[in-house]
């Protein structure tokens, strides 16, 4: 659920994130595909909770016909609570409460996910995993962000932190770091880039800005274009290809769909194989001379095609 300029954005946006998501399945070894499934608000449009739930059981209809070939969950602008709502019109939904069998809000499996990826981004530029002592800068403190924050500095990372709502600079002091501007964040002296909010984020003009030897975030779609992959391997900064990081909420949700039903131990234990995928494609990236994007995605195209 999110506030477009036009149906046409809107249209690009879902063909954008359902392409990303069958490729985070698919590197995931996943047995899903990409659908992405977009509510459209005007701009600057908030609904009530009777809208909300007028629009919620509309989208539930849609589901609905689509006769189990799309399946929906909670992502950005929607909560599990909003996943219940559709549920009341559709069986075809899923990331329900775990009081109901469900998976629950994917959130922490998403964050988590990215810790992993971090760890192993910093293990193939530093020569360790060890993440105690090292440098941060998150940007954007939304669910994930907020979450993938806690957990860096529960590591005994030293953070910067960054979102366009200043509101959020109230976490600052309780994560122990330091309030900067998704600007100043993003271009300042550490040691991993954490890039939490929408995407597009990496854009000639921004990695030119980087000081940081890796990127690594939960956000999609980081890249402006696919060519900044390239520019970032030439300016010797190693990216985390965003599909491969942020795969922990769909790893969760998946579960739901194994024999037996949902259980968080298993979710658990494969979010953690995200740091292996990962290692997997910066090895890959080097064997071939290439980078870690075309990497990632020659394993999504093999997945797919076996």
């Not at 994130?17 to 600057?44: D, F, H, N």
């Not at 590591?155 to 709502?165: E, K, Q, S, T, W």
């Amino acid at each position: 659920m999110w506030a477009y300029d036009d149906n046409r954005a809107a249209v690009r946006d879902a063909l954008r994130l359902s392409e990303g998501m069958t490729y985070k399945s698919a590197v995931a070894g996943l047995p899903l595909g990409g659908g992405k499934g977009v509510i459209v608000l005007r701009p600057g449009e908030v609904l009530d909770s009777r809208a909300r739930r007028a629009a919620l059981l509309d989208f539930a209809d849609t589901v609905e016909r689509l006769r189990g070939s799309y399946i929906t969950a909670e992502d950005v602008g929607t909560s599990t609570r909003d996943m219940a709502v559709i549920a009341a019109r559709t069986r075809h939904v899923s990331g329900l409460s775990r009081r109901v069998g469900g998976s629950g809000d994917p959130s922490p499996f998403t964050a988590q996910g990215v810790v992993h990826a971090i760890e192993a981004t910093c293990e193939r530029v530093f020569g360790s995993p060890a993440l105690r002592g090292r440098s941060a800068a998150v940007v954007g403190l939304g669910h994930v962000g907020l979450r993938v924050a806690r957990l860096l500095a529960r590591a005994g990372v030293r953070l910067v932190v960054a979102d366009i709502d200043r509101a959020k600079r109230e976490h600052a002091a309780a994560l122990g770091a330091r309030w900067a501007t998704p600007a100043t964040a993003i271009a300042a002296p550490v040691d991993v880039v954490v890039p939490c909010a929408l995407g597009g984020v990496l854009d000639h003009a921004s990695v030119a800005a980087l000081q940081a030897p890796a990127v690594a975030g939960a956000a999609n779609n980081q890249l402006a274009a696919t060519e900044i992959a390239a520019v970032l391997r030439d300016r010797g900064v190693l990216w985390a290809p965003d599909f491969v990081a942020n795969a922990g909420g769909i790893i969760n949700i998946s579960v739901e769909f194994e024999r037996g039903g949902y259980a968080a131990a298993r979710a658990k234990a494969k979010t953690r194989e995200i740091g292996d995928t990962l290692r997997r494609v910066f090895d890959a990236a080097d064997a071939a001379g290439t980078t870690p994007l075309d990497a990632a995605m020659a394993l999504a195209r093999a997945n797919l095609a076996g």
